[in-house]
């Protein structure tokens, strides 16, 4: 009997994750993991389990360690398949049901200026506490 093999070589994308102080602050307190926010990357990627508001905005939902999504977190990241993600605002459910459009225009303005910036832009952003990479 004769065996075919096929080896598929997969070409990994290294997509570069950050987050703002703001949303850092909000992950520390909240106990979000940076395990769990390169997971959601993985579902944007899979357009799984995310909401597309326009601009490259997002809205992922997070579970609260131990519970489930539905009373959970949800974060705003923007995000552009392949490249970057970056994560830039996070609520409780609990405490808010949703951004509101004023919000949501800032937001869209945050996205064009933070993926128009050059990897020597990040660089400094990193270097001054404005950003943090994943």
Same mark, same amino acid.
């Given at each position: ?36 926010? $390169?997971? *959601?990357? =993985?579902?944007?990627? /899979? ?8 601009? &490259? ?22 995000? $552009?398949? *392949?490249? =970057?993600?970056?994560? /830039? ?8 049901? &949703? ?36």
């Amino acid at each position: 009997m004769t065996c075919i093999y096929m080896i598929f070589y997969i070409s990994l994308i290294i997509v570069r994750i950050f987050k703002n102080i703001r949303f850092t602050l909000f992950a520390c307190r909240e106990d979000i993991s940076d395990s769990d926010l $390169k997971e *959601a990357v =993985k579902q944007l990627e /899979v357009k799984q389990a995310t909401v597309n508001l326009g601009g &490259n905005v997002y809205k992922v939902r997070l579970a609260r360690p131990g519970e489930g999504k539905s009373g959970g977190y949800r974060v705003i990241v923007l995000f $552009k398949s *392949a490249e =970057k993600t970056f994560y /830039v605002y996070g609520f409780a459910k609990s405490d808010k049901t &949703n951004i509101n459009e004023k919000e949501l225009k800032a937001f869209k303005k945050t996205a064009k200026k933070y993926f128009s910036m050059t990897d020597e832009q990040i660089k400094i952003s990193i270097e001054n506490d404005e950003l943090i990479e994943i």
